[in-house]
């Protein structure tokens, strides 16, 4: 489906032509939660479930607007690489759903999933102890408190690197376009867009959830706990390596430091006693 849109494009219009897609759709999806958290009527009413209540600077929100257009980018040219390989023969992409049978689609998808988790924890794991990635990797770090936009906001190879299962997955099991491409949109961006925008509605994974991770998880590693909390959807490679850190561990090692979910509790008591 998607391969077919792009079909006879030299590779040169085929990366920009992606390239412009991904940007545009960084810019309206992560603008539009921005302005709605933290521009909006609604600004207010939203910082109750902000992780940190500081507000986060201008300058800081353009840093990530521009890190995320470049990293946005990158990522579409691993895109652009996968559709230039199908075209050629190289990787095992297929364009129609029925190519393979349908109960292999979520199959792929799952496998999919694990790649991700895998690689993902294992190349975050490796960027905070090795001294040259760490050093790539500390572009994203610069963003202790990030908005939506902070989701993109990495270095270009840090993000092409992250990005690159789009690449590889390919060549090691067959894959349907839009189960590629729609995995990696759903849990790396949408999910990620989550994870950075530092705020922890109750209808969201909770802070004190065992094996799913929240803004709260991401958003120290952000800020306090750069060895722990690696993982970006599950929290099982963390627990498997213990990384994990959770509030409540976090609350027995500083009596004085409350998640956002039980500041909210406490708030709310003495509102429901009266």
């Given at each position: 489906m998607l391969?077919?849109?792009?079909?006879?494009?030299?590779?040169?219009?085929?990366?920009?032509?992606?390239?412009?897609i991904g940007?545009?759709?960084?810019?309206?999806?992560?603008?539009?939660?921005?302005?709605?958290?933290?521009?909006?009527?609604?600004?207010?009413?939203?910082?109750?479930?902000?992780?940190?209540?500081?507000?986060?600077?201008?300058?800081?929100?353009?840093?990530?607007?521009?890190?995320?257009?470049?990293?946005?980018?990158?990522?579409?040219?691993?895109?652009?690489?996968?559709?230039?390989?199908?075209?050629?023969?190289?990787?095992?992409?297929?364009?129609?759903?029925?190519?393979?049978?349908?109960?292999?689609?979520?199959?792929?998808?799952?496998?999919?999933?694990?790649?991700?988790?895998?690689?993902?924890?294992?190349?975050?794991?490796?960027?905070?102890?090795?001294?040259?990635?760490?050093?790539?990797?500390?572009?994203?770090?610069?963003?202790?408190?990030?908005?939506?936009?902070?989701?993109?906001?990495?270095?270009?190879?840090?993000?092409?690197?992250?990005?690159?299962?789009?690449?590889?997955?390919?060549?090691?099991?067959?894959?349907?376009?839009?189960?590629?491409?729609?995995?990696?949109?759903?849990?790396?961006?949408?999910?990620?867009?989550?994870?950075?925008?530092?705020?922890?509605?109750?209808?969201?994974?909770?802070?004190?959830?065992?094996?799913?991770?929240?803004?709260?998880?991401?958003?120290?590693?952000?800020?306090?706990?750069?060895?722990?909390?690696?993982?970006?959807?599950?929290?099982?490679?963390d627990i498997?390596?213990?990384?994990?850190?959770?509030?409540?561990?976090?609350?027995?090692?500083?009596?004085?430091?409350?998640?956002?979910?039980?500041?909210?509790?406490?708030?709310?008591?003495?509102?429901?006693?009266?």
């Amino acid at each position: 489906m998607l391969l077919d849109l792009f079909d006879g494009l030299p590779f040169y219009l085929l990366w920009p032509a992606l390239a412009a897609i991904g940007v545009a759709w960084f810019l309206l999806v992560c603008g539009g939660l921005y302005f709605l958290l933290h521009r909006s009527a609604y600004a207010e009413t939203a910082l109750r479930f902000k992780t940190q209540l500081k507000p986060t600077p201008a300058a800081q929100v353009r840093g990530e607007v521009f890190d995320g257009v470049l990293a946005m980018s990158m990522v579409m040219g691993s895109v652009a690489i996968a559709f230039w390989c199908y075209y050629h023969g190289y990787n095992r992409l297929y364009a129609s759903p029925t190519d393979h049978p349908l109960w292999y689609i979520p199959l792929s998808i799952f496998g999919v999933f694990l790649v991700m988790e895998v690689f993902e924890w294992a190349f975050h794991w490796v960027c905070h102890r090795n001294a040259l990635l760490r050093k790539v990797h500390g572009q994203h770090h610069r963003y202790g408190n990030p908005t939506p936009f902070g989701v993109m906001a990495d270095h270009p190879v840090d993000m092409f690197i992250k990005a690159s299962p789009i690449l590889w997955i390919p060549f090691l099991f067959p894959i349907w376009d839009v189960a590629l491409i729609g995995t990696f949109a759903s849990l790396n961006f949408i999910y990620g867009i989550y994870l950075h925008a530092g705020f922890d509605p109750p209808w969201m994974p909770s802070p004190h959830s065992r094996f799913l991770v929240s803004a709260w998880h991401h958003n120290e590693h952000h800020s306090s706990s750069p060895e722990h909390n690696f993982g970006f959807f599950t929290a099982f490679m963390d627990i498997l390596f213990a990384t994990r850190l959770t509030p409540s561990e976090k609350e027995a090692e500083r009596p004085d430091y409350h998640c956002t979910e039980c500041r909210n509790a406490r708030q709310a008591a003495p509102a429901a006693a009266s």
